[in-house]
């Protein structure tokens, strides 16, 4: 991560406004386009998607939740769980 320029790393899940197939496909094409986002699930629950984001710093990930994820329409709520430190991680 560190020679990639990543030094904050979070995990956000996203609630739709809609559970519609057309607001799924936009919100999974946002993500597809947004190299910050390094994993997104579809998840059973009270939300849709779990993000994996990962970015240079706090400032970074407050421009992509506001700049990015803040402004898709069919998004609903946000709530971010910011990564303190990583114990096991078996893909590092």
């Given at each position: 991560?560190?020679?990639?320029?990543?030094g904050f790393v979070a995990y956000a899940t996203v609630g739709l406004n809609a559970h519609t197939k057309a607001a799924q496909?936009?919100?999974?094409?946002?993500?597809?386009?947004?190299?910050?986002?390094?994993?997104?699930?579809?998840?059973?629950?009270a939300v849709e998607y779990l993000?994996?984001?990962e970015?240079?710093?706090l400032p970074a990930y407050?421009?992509?939740?506001?700049?990015?994820?803040?402004?898709?329409?069919?998004v609903n709520a946000i709530t971010s769980y910011v990564v303190m430190g990583s114990p096991k991680?078996?893909?590092a």
């Open positions: 991560r560190g020679a990639r320029g990543i496909q936009a919100f999974e094409r946002a993500m597809e386009t947004a190299p910050e986002v390094v994993e997104c699930h579809n998840i059973t629950g993000l994996r984001i970015v240079a710093d407050k421009a992509f939740h506001t700049d990015v994820i803040g402004t898709l329409p069919q991680d078996a893909r």
